[in-house]
């Protein structure tokens, strides 16, 4: 890698992907590094997330104006995009529960808050939500109608081969360990899986190594002051296809909104909720799988790779969600998957900055859920950014 390259990106994931896409298609000239062996294997939070398009009801235009406008355009961009590229994509809505009254104010609230992030959005009655998912019982619910689930790694696969066909060079098993400033640009310094470290030109850094994403703005900055707390998310799964009584409809059903509380600091969670798989068949084809999934249980990582280790018990994620889905047994839990999501200490927001004493590196940080819905309007941010 002894040339130069104009853009650099750090990081494979949804983020770096669709970024590379941009910007190739812009005529730039792109090399992607990943430490992981190839995009979409090994461990990331584009991998291993819940897999739903969220409308952008959570995200206040006050505290978090990025992902408030970014969710609801990346969820826009995401549904063109899938339709027009074949990534499996369903928009199936989504309920977000009360099961006590105390709770309906909340749903209130929440309703306002779709009102002004133009979400469409309802206010339902108990009998209403169960009409609509009628295995659920609640006394009154918002339904999102734009919200959906979707091939998390068909969607990446996707933007990397599109990436790939405008120009962009991708490099897998290949970290980046430093940089230094140099003329119109940065030398960034890499280290292959066998070890062997190289040094190359770029005139622009782009950061989005998600978990990492804080380590690589100090590279840059070592005053960078950005610290991320991963939070871990447990989900277990059933067979919805397996006994009539847990034959759900299909859609999201989530929770009104919880914290999370960690050494670094309390966050909000959006709540264990249910979440429909995807199914691909032949010829491009797919639908509602078997597979419903039921998490996150959130609690601090012991690390940024904190995927293995001991599940928590079946039991915490039953009572999370037997009250609005009755009809679930404790046995037909199983364990599904952990993923580890980039929380930024003392950030509700995402932050997308040019880093102070090196212009030539914008820094994506902090891009934790919805960053897989607002991908591709994070990307276009980017671009905007770098290039207008
Ligand atoms: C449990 C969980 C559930 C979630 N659910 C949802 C959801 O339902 N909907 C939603 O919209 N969002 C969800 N998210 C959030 C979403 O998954 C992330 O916001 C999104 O995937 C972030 O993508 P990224 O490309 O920024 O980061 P990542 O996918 O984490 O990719 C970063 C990449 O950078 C690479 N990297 C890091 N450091 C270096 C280095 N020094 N050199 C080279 N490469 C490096 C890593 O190997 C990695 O591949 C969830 C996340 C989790 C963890």
């Known amino acids: 890698m002894s040339q130069g390259f104009a853009v650099t990106i750090v990081g494979a994931g949804v983020v770096g992907c669709a970024l590379a896409w941009e910007l190739a298609r812009a005529g730039q000239e792109v090399l992607v590094l990943d430490k992981n062996p190839g995009v979409s294997q090994g461990e990331n939070q584009s991998t291993r997330n819940s897999g739903v398009i969220h409308a952008g009801l959570y995200y206040d235009q006050q505290t978090r104006p990025l992902k408030a406008a970014l969710c609801v355009e990346g969820s826009r961009l995401l549904y063109e995009f899938c339709e027009r590229y074949g990534v499996p994509a369903l928009k199936c809505g989504k309920l977000v529960v009360a099961t006590r009254e105390a709770e309906l104010p909340m749903l209130e609230r929440y309703l306002a808050r779709a009102h002004?992030?133009?979400v469409p959005a309802q206010l339902l009655n108990g009998a209403q939500a169960t009409e609509?998912?009628?295995?659920?019982?609640?006394?009154?619910?918002?339904?999102?109608?734009?919200?959906?689930?979707?091939?998390?790694?068909?969607?990446?696969?996707?933007?990397?081969?599109?990436?790939?066909?405008?120009?962009?060079?991708?490099?897998?098993?290949?970290?980046?360990?430093?940089?230094?400033?140099?003329?119109e640009g940065l030398e960034i310094e890499v280290q292959y899986r066998d070890g062997a470290r190289d040094k190359f030109f770029s005139g622009r850094l782009i950061n989005s190594a998600g978990l990492y994403a804080d380590q690589v703005a100090r590279m840059v900055d070592p005053d960078s002051p950005f610290r991320v707390d991963p939070l871990r998310g447990e989900a277990m799964k059933f067979y919805r296809t397996r006994r009539p009584e847990v034959e759900l409809a299909g859609m999201n059903v989530y929770p009104t909104p919880k914290k999370v509380t960690t050494d670094q600091g309390t966050y909000f969670t959006v709540g264990v909720h249910l979440t429909p798989t995807l199914e691909t068949g032949p010829q491009g084809s797919f639908g509602l799988g078997p597979v419903v999934t039921v998490g996150p249980l959130n609690r601090q990582a012991r690390g940024r790779e904190d995927y293995g280790g001991d599940f928590k018990p079946a039991a915490e994620f039953f009572e999370q969600v037997v009250d609005f889905f009755p009809s679930l047994r404790l046995e037909d839990l199983e364990p599904h998957q952990v993923g580890i999501q980039a929380r930024l200490v003392g950030h509700q927001d995402f932050v997308m900055q040019f880093c102070p004493s090196q212009p030539r590196c914008l820094n994506l940080l902090g891009i934790d859920s919805p960053g897989l819905t607002s991908a591709m309007a994070l990307a276009r941010r980017a671009r905007a950014m770098l290039l207008d």
Not at 163 to 173: D, I, L, M
């Open 116 to 118: 002004e992030n133009q």
């Open 132 to 183: 609509r998912e009628p295995q659920v019982q609640a006394v009154g619910a918002l339904l999102l109608p734009t919200s959906g689930i979707i091939d998390a790694a068909a969607l990446v696969h996707k933007l990397y081969a599109l990436a790939s066909k405008a120009g962009a060079q991708f490099v897998s098993h290949t970290e980046m360990i430093g940089a230094a400033p140099a003329a």
